[in-house]
């Protein structure tokens, strides 16, 4: 393990050597993305997630690291989350391996101090699980769709069209004809519109929604720094749709939308991703990913009633390993006792009130 060092960074600032350096990294390596960023842990923190940062280092040099989310209130039984993290340099088997035992160490530092027992990660990377993680288990609940659709912008756009079904090429022009736009927004002033269009798809299609505060809080962070916008769907004076799309290093990212209730035979969703895509290339991204895919589309399966929609684009289904959990064997047997304790306690106290 010669060489190797982990370093907690605390709350790097983007713009010092370490914190490009970091960017950097998470914009290049395949198996991580935008929620490893600087930016997506400082619009974390703004929604009252707790972030620490641990950095691996070769020789002084940094290689890799993770950014690290909980939340308040864990009484020992709490999580931390490493949302496509950690990022090592996972094709190099004898790294990462060293690396992911140090993140593992530094983590069981802190452990008892954060009031966790188990640390979760979640890094882009395709069946099957590799070795190093053999002491991993899968968890029961994935940050990131596991599932998902990659479409690739690097051809002309003839030959992006060509890769669509009929379908999707139709609808693309049908919405051209009928005069719908898509506007651009890089400020939060556009939140309001969009907001209403994400509730009224959510009322109508039954998936939940954050609340408005949510993205208030978000939005401002990765506007300001380049990495979101917002498109809408506009056909005069009604908005059709609305899309916010999240440009990190080679990937493009749909990570929120949804359509109105109105003029939906204008086909306005079809443009509006088919601008969101153009966008994305503009941005020197080679990949758009609509975050949730369900290849077979089984009713009972997450995203199965827009799969339908997003295989109109073409693309390929694309399966990751899932999130995965380490447990911290000593904190679980101590919350186990703590909540045998407090349970011993809790009834105590209602014997001593129904005897009083």
């Not at 079809?270 to 089984?298: E, S």
Request: proline share 5%; hydrophobic share 40%.
């Amino acid at each position: 393990m010669s060489g190797l060092s982990v370093e907690d960074l605390g709350i790097l600032c983007p713009s010092s050597a370490v914190g490009e350096r970091w960017q950097e990294l998470t914009r290049t390596n395949p198996a991580s993305g935008f929620m490893q960023s600087l930016h997506w842990a400082e619009a974390k923190r703004r929604q009252g997630l707790t972030t620490f940062h641990l950095g691996l280092f070769e020789d002084g040099n940094l290689i890799g690291g993770a950014i690290f989310y909980s939340s308040g209130g864990r009484s020992g039984a709490g999580i931390v989350v490493a949302p496509e993290g950690p990022v090592l340099p996972w094709h190099n088997q004898r790294i990462a391996s060293q690396g992911l035992g140090l993140l593992i160490e530094a983590v069981r530092e802190r452990s008892q101090a954060l009031g966790v027992m188990t640390m979760r990660i979640e890094p882009r990377l395709a069946p099957p699980v590799p070795p190093v993680l053999r002491e991993f288990s899968r968890a029961p609940l994935d940050l990131v769709p596991r599932d998902t659709l990659y479409v690739d912008l690097c051809d002309d756009e003839s030959v992006q069209l060509g890769r669509m079904k009929e379908k999707g090429r139709y609808n693309i022009k049908l919405a051209q004809k009928h005069g719908v736009v898509i506007s651009e927004h890089s400020s939060p002033a556009s939140l309001n519109k969009f907001y209403d269009i994400l509730t009224e798809a959510g009322e109508r299609d039954a998936f939940a929604v954050e609340p408005q505060e949510f993205f208030e809080q978000m939005l401002p962070v990765l506007m300001q720094n380049g990495m979101a916008k917002i498109l809408l769907a506009e056909h005069g004076d009604d908005t059709l749709g609305a899309l916010l799309l999240i440009t990190h290093g080679a990937r493009a990212t749909y990570l929120y939308g949804g359509i109105s209730n109105d003029k939906r035979n204008l086909m306005g969703g079809y443009l509006l991703q088919w601008r969101a895509m153009q966008l994305a290339k503009q941005a020197g991204c080679t990949t758009y990913d609509f975050y949730g895919y369900a290849p077979f589309r089984a009713p009972e399966l997450a995203y199965s009633r827009f799969s339908q929609f997003k295989s109109q684009f073409g693309g390929n289904a694309i399966r990751w390993i899932g999130a995965q959990d380490y447990f911290f064997l000593d904190n679980v047997a101590d919350a186990f006792v703590k909540v045998v304790n407090e349970s011993d306690a809790g009834m105590r106290a209602r014997k001593e009130g129904v005897y009083a």
